[in-house]
């Protein structure tokens, strides 16, 4: 007897599309787990995460940005939160994030001289590429001419000048007087210090602390997974950020600084495509490669306009994307997002520098070329910590370089678009020295770094932290 045409709502009924799951449900759903769920009608909660991550953040940074224009001014009230929530969420993460996973690679390094080692070239590399980042805004600088024919400009009314803390200071606010107080402040290299010496001190017991040590890696692992959690609010978080920005901005306060903007951008484009790109070549890496797997957090950095803000998922693509090995990206990447600053520390003050020479008609002579090179580098290493890093780097260049500080006032008003390259470029930087590092070590995964499937999205699966 024939049992008649199937239910349309049972399943394999030809009345109903079945779907199969995608090889990775989401960052929620491992591979493994992957398997324990059976094949489910599509719907727009699976057509959400088929859309690879960089995609999804793209689309919100679009709609954001047709939001922001349509509303106008409202939009800060009606999205602004959105933003705000996908970066407290972030920066909720990234402390109890830095303090494992730099515990565990210290413990998880062969012993205290590696670590040295590769913080000494760490350290290197993070003062060469600045020094290059300021020749690039020198250069364009002097070419695009920012400071000329502008007529006279009105100082943003919340401009105050910054106190440049001394660099005995800035040394003995690295050593944390309360652990705790530490991490409740987010403050991200006192962590770093405590963390590290926890992890020379388990390297130092051995395997007396071993369950500790293996607790550490735990830890790490579980906060790894809260970050998935929390990244995938950043296509929400993007669309808010942006719309809030283009209803609150609009376009005509660029117009009277839109030159001193496009010498910022193009000098950032300059160095991330030009100066970077070819140090990933003198070390035989291919940059597309490189920008491929760095562009999830490139795109965070860009939308948030912090670098502790981006610091976890730029942790994820040097490992997950990059190859980098996790125990040395661990300790690098979090150091980096404290004191890499290649586009707040070093090309934004070597281009306010020029601006603010032609603005007041100054001429600069070599000797003050060369201090506004001496000071950016260094003073990015000595303001790391510091709050609004880039407008006390400009006190702190041009004050070095006799100029007028005053200049920096006319700089603050259009300073939120400004800081979205200057962060991209801090922590495309802080990406780039791990790779190069890691390289050289022998601490790369080639075979991760050139996959041709490699998926630039936290969709991919992986057992890596990142």
Same mark, same amino acid.
């Given at each position: 007897? #024939?049992?008649?045409?199937?239910?349309? #709502?049972?399943?394999?009924?030809?009345?109903? =599309?079945?779907?199969?799951?995608?090889?990775?449900?989401?960052? /929620?759903?491992?591979?493994? #787990?992957?398997?324990?769920?059976?094949? @489910?009608? +599509?719907?727009?909660?699976?057509?959400?995460?088929?859309?690879?991550?960089?995609? =999804?953040?793209?689309?919100?940074?679009?709609?954001?940005?047709?939001?922001?224009?349509?509303? &106008?001014?409202?939009?800060?009230?009606? /999205?602004?939160?959105?933003?705000?929530?996908?970066?407290?969420?972030?920066?909720?993460?990234?402390?109890?994030?830095?303090?494992?996973?730099?515990?565990?690679?210290?413990?998880?390094?062969?012993?205290?001289?590696?670590?040295?080692?590769?913080?000494?070239?760490?350290?290197?590399?993070?003062?060469?590429?600045?020094?290059?980042?300021?020749?690039?805004?020198?250069?364009?600088?002097?070419?695009?001419?920012?400071?000329?024919?502008?007529? !006279?400009?009105?100082?943003?009314? #919340?401009?105050?000048? =910054?106190?440049?803390?001394?660099?005995?200071?800035?040394?003995?606010?690295?050593?944390?007087?309360?652990?705790?107080?530490?991490?409740?402040?987010?403050?991200?290299?006192?962590?770093?210090?405590?963390?590290?010496?926890?992890?020379?001190?388990?390297?130092?017991?051995?395997?007396?602390?071993? !369950?500790?040590?293996?607790?550490?890696?735990?830890?790490?692992?579980?906060?790894?997974?809260?970050?998935?959690?929390?990244?995938?609010?950043?296509?929400?978080?993007?669309?808010?950020?942006?719309?809030?920005?283009?209803?609150?901005?609009?376009?005509? =306060?660029?117009?009277?600084?839109?030159?001193?903007?496009?010498?910022?951008?193009?000098?950032?484009?300059?160095?991330?495509?030009?100066?970077?790109?070819?140090?990933?070549?003198?070390?035989?890496?291919?940059?597309?490669?490189?920008?491929?797997?760095? /562009?999830?957090?490139?795109?965070?950095?860009?939308?948030?306009?912090?670098?502790?803000?981006?610091?976890?998922?730029?942790?994820?693509?040097?490992?997950?994307?990059?190859?980098?090995?996790?125990? @040395?990206?661990?300790?690098?990447?979090?150091?980096?997002?404290?004191?890499?600053?290649?586009?707040?520390?070093?090309?934004?003050?070597?281009?306010?520098?020029?601006?603010?020479?032609?603005?007041?008609?100054?001429?600069?002579?070599?000797?003050? @070329? /060369?201090?506004?090179?001496?000071?950016?580098?260094? &003073?990015?290493?000595?303001?790391?910590?510091?709050?609004?890093?880039?407008?006390?780097?400009?006190?702190?260049?041009?004050?070095?370089?006799?100029?007028?500080?005053?200049?920096?006032?006319?700089?603050?008003?259009?300073?939120?678009?400004?800081?979205?390259?200057?962060? +991209?470029?801090?922590?495309?930087?802080?990406?780039?020295?791990?790779?190069?590092?890691?390289?050289?070590?022998?601490?790369?995964?080639?075979?991760?770094?050139?996959?041709?499937?490699?998926?630039?999205?936290?969709?991919?699966?992986?057992?890596?932290?990142?």
């Amino acid at each position: 007897m #024939d049992a008649g045409p199937a239910s349309p #709502d049972t399943p394999g009924s030809p009345g109903l =599309r079945a779907c199969p799951r995608p090889a990775i449900l989401s960052p /929620f759903v491992s591979q493994h #787990d992957a398997s324990l769920f059976p094949d @489910y009608p +599509m719907n727009i909660f699976s057509l959400w995460f088929r859309i690879p991550f960089w995609q =999804r953040v793209l689309g919100g940074f679009v709609l954001g940005a047709l939001a922001g224009w349509l509303v &106008g001014a409202p939009a800060e009230t009606w /999205f602004g939160p959105l933003g705000k929530l996908y970066v407290t969420l972030i920066k909720m993460i990234a402390v109890p994030l830095v303090f494992f996973a730099v515990t565990n690679s210290i413990s998880s390094l062969h012993g205290m001289k590696s670590v040295a080692a590769l913080g000494g070239k760490t350290f290197l590399w993070f003062a060469v590429t600045a020094v290059l980042a300021v020749g690039v805004g020198l250069l364009v600088a002097n070419f695009t001419n920012p400071g000329q024919n502008l007529g !006279q400009l009105a100082i943003a009314a #919340d401009y105050t000048v =910054r106190e440049v803390p001394t660099p005995i200071q800035v040394l003995l606010d690295v050593v944390p007087s309360n652990p705790f107080k530490a991490l409740t402040e987010g403050k991200i290299l006192q962590v770093i210090f405590f963390a590290a010496l926890l992890g020379m001190a388990l390297v130092k017991l051995g395997d007396k602390v071993k !369950q500790v040590r293996e607790l550490m890696g735990e830890a790490s692992s579980a906060m790894i997974q809260i970050t998935r959690f929390v990244l995938e609010m950043t296509p929400l978080g993007t669309f808010g950020l942006i719309a809030a920005l283009v209803g609150s901005y609009g376009f005509e =306060r660029l117009l009277p600084l839109g030159n001193f903007v496009f010498t910022l951008y193009l000098a950032c484009a300059l160095h991330i495509v030009v100066v970077y790109g070819g140090l990933l070549l003198t070390h035989r890496l291919n940059p597309i490669r490189f920008f491929r797997g760095a /562009f999830p957090a490139m795109q965070v950095a860009f939308t948030s306009s912090s670098s502790f803000a981006s610091m976890p998922i730029a942790l994820r693509s040097v490992v997950h994307n990059l190859g980098v090995k996790q125990e @040395y990206a661990a300790f690098a990447v979090p150091l980096g997002a404290s004191i890499k600053m290649d586009g707040c520390g070093a090309i934004y003050p070597a281009i306010a520098s020029i601006f603010v020479a032609q603005y007041f008609g100054l001429h600069l002579d070599l000797s003050q @070329y /060369f201090i506004i090179m001496l000071a950016s580098v260094l &003073g990015s290493f000595g303001t790391a910590g510091v709050p609004g890093t880039a407008i006390v780097m400009v006190t702190l260049v041009l004050s070095s370089a006799g100029l007028p500080l005053e200049g920096i006032g006319y700089l603050v008003a259009i300073d939120r678009i400004l800081d979205m390259m200057r962060t +991209m470029t801090n922590v495309t930087g802080q990406m780039l020295v791990p790779v190069l590092v890691a390289k050289e070590e022998g601490l790369l995964d080639l075979e991760i770094y050139n996959a041709a499937n490699s998926d630039v999205g936290l969709d991919q699966n992986s057992n890596a932290a990142a």
